[in-house]
């Protein structure tokens, strides 16, 4: 117990192993962000066992390898997928998530596959004809993992 008198840990914790790893996440979605400039990644990842209470995803720059995992998100319950909004275009980042119960964190997921944003402006609007009403172009965020990634993931 600690100076107080209060326990260090509640039972719960005492008695509650750290979860394993979760599965390495993987982009799903990729679209524009809610401001000019950014983007919004949609993540899952393979869950970790029994009461999970939630999970941290983490993200950094993935061009510099001396980068911390700076970006995070806390998922709470045991939801396997995150929504992060407000990713720098263009930009390359790398994700992994910890899952999270009673006893703390597990270490972490491997690191994602690297994903590049990337913006497009796109000549034709909807129904792919070609801008000749003088609207406005449209901008497509693209995402290319150029490692392993077979396409760009493309939203508009």
Known sequence: SSAAGAPIMTTEQWLATFPGPPGTPEVSAVGPGTA?????????????????????????????????????????????????????????????????NAAGYSDPSAPSRVVMLREKLNSSVSGGSDATDGSSPSRTTLCDAPSAMSASIEES
């Open 36 to 100: 000019p400039g950014e983007a919004v990644v949609t993540l899952t990842w393979g869950a970790s066992g029994s009461a999970i209470t939630g999970y941290r995803v983490w993200g950094r720059d993935a061009l510099d390898p001396n980068a911390a995992y700076n970006i995070h998100v806390d998922i709470t319950g045991p939801s396997t997928t995150a929504l992060l909004d407000g990713l720098a275009v263009p930009a390359a980042y790398e994700f992994c998530v910890q899952a999270m």
